[in-house]
């Protein structure tokens, strides 16, 4: 066993992502060494933070993919837990398990270095699947999906209770639903497993999902009853009426149906409220139990139980939710008239059949065999015409029927039910209305929730035109620096050349200087010039031709014609060609020629290299160009750096900004669910009950046959 790490102060996520930018230097392990992980939109790794730790995406050089924890915050006995619940799960034969829920994982000490120090990782099995709530986001109206998978999850349970294992942090994000049905269950941290027996909890889990009376010392196998109670809860409601999602659920809400605030006062709940007043008994039951468990200790808190589930579509008649003072704002839906009163046929079972015959009963018996052979008798008899006996048929049967409807509408039976059909009707008048209402606070729902989606639409079209702005100064601030620096780079690559050129160009202007003057002390003098006497010498001098330096050459130009002269042309140091008599191609030649004498004699005495004195000033120049040059590369950085930082912090300052009318919006939308939600809850399930009370005037239809006039005359003569 390992020593356990103490209490180092550990990176940020923001340190982790930038060190994961090289997994080949970070990373310890040889499967991760090199891996590539997946990058968010600025380039950068994509973290999935948590409270405490920051989950990586990473792809290995073998293209296996994994998940890596890094750890924001110390936990005690880290490393001796995750062995603990690492011997654990790998000692469980798959086969006894009813879904395949573990995940691999290894726990690196110094898996990652970061910012100098080496800190530990959890390696981890990627997973193919999404979390409970978002595959209740997409499946929550297939009744037969949902209750499938309460079904997997109580089998999950199950198979954690048989090893004595408990989660620690059984909540919506930890349930992974994969593509068959079945959970996988990620998140380790806070596991119990046997080993760990007589040690604290490191945390208590998601609020949304806790007893309200757990604490720290609260760590054993009893850990997830009332987690257990929570989820299958919302699942079997779900399961039975898909519409308790969209009315108790919010969307991204961190929680299923009930929330922290149900468990701490369920009297006040309005959602526990929704489901404790359902017309499904499991619904119902599931309820009253969290309810009762919401404030017992965990260690009473007893093992998940599955609940048989009704058969789909099978009304069960329940106590209606909202039998209390009726709300203002369903006033004006609701008939005002009272629907049942003692004595009335609601509490009284209707009559079948007519019974105990009165004196005008019998007399109707009697009388109604003479009413049909009176008539035939004095036809018989010849006594009337045909006609007159037709018209006395006509007029008995017109009187026995009239005779017949008044004492039928006497009888009790008759009263009785006629006056219970009458208060049907005013009770179904009276049904409409919160059907009406039910009708259109579900418009308003409707109409809520697409202004929602299109607020939270553009929402995040305003986010990502926040993200878009920032990643265009970045990339503009980037081509800038790239374009600057590209340029200040060339010029400091061509400084070597032109600090060459220049010192080339001084040796050169310092040779030439020293040859000039000394060109200029070696004056022109008849005793060198064979063939130019005073005269020329003197010439020469009047044209300004007085020493070496004072003419560079000649120029012979051919005059043409008959004799072909050739004339000599003085070059002279300020670009002038002399044309003075008496020096013809001969004395020209012989000028040049000494000039040239002059200028070797002097150019051997010349000096070989660059004075020491200049050499330093002109490299101290050019060392000063190079240092602007290197200094203006620095500042392109820092400029670029700024122009980073502004980007960055608009950007913050905008998503803030619609984070805080986020925040205010979502408050608002909140309230107006929970104000949905009461209305829901005052009118309780209004479509059940204008059915139950069309089946009850169906019924009584049914019973109006059996008291119908036939049955009534038939009565009357036998009876029965």
């Not at 994961?20 to 991760?32: A, F």
């Not at 573990?102 to 999404?130: C, H, Q």
Request: net charge positive.
């Amino acid at each position: 066993m390992s020593t356990a790490r103490g209490p180092l102060a550990f990176p940020s996520g923001r340190e982790y992502q930038e060190a994961l930018q090289n997994t080949d230097v970070c990373l310890r392990d040889h499967d991760l060494r090199g891996a590539r992980p997946q990058a968010n939109k600025l380039g950068l790794p994509r973290p999935i933070s948590g409270q405490f730790a920051s989950v990586f995406s990473l792809t290995s050089t073998a293209g296996r993919r994994y998940a890596l924890k890094c750890f924001t915050s110390h936990v005690r006995d880290q490393q001796d837990r995750y062995e603990a619940i690492s011997n654990k799960l790998s000692g469980i034969d798959p086969g006894s398990l009813s879904q395949p829920w573990r995940i691999g994982f290894d726990y690196v000490p110094d898996g990652i270095l970061v910012n100098g120090s080496r800190f530990p990782v959890l390696k981890m099995d990627w997973v193919e699947a999404v979390t409970l709530s978002n595959w209740l986001d997409h499946h929550f109206t297939d009744s037969v999906a949902v209750r499938n998978l309460a079904e997997r999850f109580a089998q999950l349970t199950t198979d954690l209770a048989a090893h004595d294992i408990a989660h620690g942090d059984l909540q919506h994000g930890n349930l992974l639903v994969a593509q068959d049905g079945t959970f996988r269950l990620v998140d380790y941290d806070g596991m119990f497993v046997p080993a760990l027996n007589g040690r604290r909890s490191t945390e208590r889990g998601h609020r949304n999902y806790q007893s309200p009376a757990r604490g720290d010392d609260d760590f054993d196998s009893t850990l997830d009853h009332f987690s257990n109670w929570v989820i299958y809860l919302a699942l079997q409601a779900i399961a039975v009426d898909s519409s308790l999602w969209t009315r108790l659920h919010e969307p991204d809400g961190e929680y299923l149906l009930l929330m922290e605030d149900d468990f701490k006062n369920p009297a006040g709940s309005v959602r526990l409220s929704a489901l404790l007043g359902h017309t499904e008994s499991t619904v119902r039951g599931l309820a009253e139990q969290i309810k009762a468990l919401a404030w017992q200790p965990l260690s009473l808190v007893p093992r998940l139980s599955v609940v048989a589930t009704p058969t789909p579509g099978v009304h069960i008649p329940s106590p209606r939710a909202g039998t209390g003072r009726r709300p203002d704002w369903l006033d004006h839906h609701v008939t005002s008239t009272t629907t049942s009163s003692p004595g009335t046929p609601a509490t009284h079972p209707l009559p079948r059949a007519y019974s105990h015959r009165r004196i005008a009963d019998v007399l109707l018996g009697l009388l109604l065999p003479l009413a049909v052979l009176t008539p035939s008798a004095l036809a018989l008899a010849e006594l009337i015409s045909p006609l007159v006996t037709a018209l006395s048929y006509g007029g008995t049967l017109g009187a026995t029927a009239l005779t017949t409807r008044a004492a039928r509408g006497t009888r009790p039976e008759t009263k009785l039910l006629r006056a219970h059909l009458s208060q049907l009707r005013e009770k179904r008048r009276a049904a409409l209305g919160p059907v009406r209402a039910a009708e259109q606070l579900q418009r308003q729902r409707q109409e809520f929730d697409a202004s929602e989606a299109d607020r939270k639409r553009r929402l995040t079209a305003a986010q990502k035109e926040l993200e878009s702005a920032h990643q265009k100064a970045i990339k503009k601030a980037g081509k800038k620096k790239v374009q600057e620096q590209q340029a200040i780079d060339r010029g400091i690559a061509a400084l070597a050349g032109e600090l060459r050129a220049a010192l080339d160009r001084a040796f050169a202007s310092d040779r030439k200087e020293f040859i000039d003057r000394e060109l200029r002390k070696v004056r022109l003098h008849e005793r060198e010039l064979t063939g130019i006497g005073r005269a020329l010498v003197q010439a020469l001098a009047a044209h300004g031709v007085r020493t070496a330096a004072d003419f560079t050459g000649i120029t012979l130009v051919s005059a043409g014609g008959r004799y072909n002269n050739v004339t000599g042309l003085i070059n002279t140091a300020d670009g002038r060609r002399l044309n003075i008599k008496g020096i013809g191609e001969s004395r020209a030649r012989t000028l040049e020629a000494w000039r040239v004498r002059q200028y070797a004699r002097i150019s051997s005495r010349a000096p070989s290299t660059l004075h020491a004195a200049r050499r330093q000033s002109i490299e101290a120049d050019f060392k000063w160009r190079e240092s602007d040059l290197f200094r203006r590369r620095l500042e392109t950085e820092a400029t670029a750096r700024t122009a980073r930082e502004d980007a960055e912090q608009k950007m913050r300052s905008g998503l803030a900004q619609l984070a805080s009318e986020d925040q205010l919006a979502a408050g608002r939308a909140s309230q107006q669910r929970q104000l949905f939600a009461q209305q829901a809850t005052q009118l309780g399930d209004a479509h059940g009950r204008l059915t139950d009370v069309d089946a009850e005037i169906a019924a009584a239809r049914r019973s109006a046959r059996t008291l119908s006039s036939f049955r009534y005359l038939r009565f009357a003569l036998t009876g029965r």
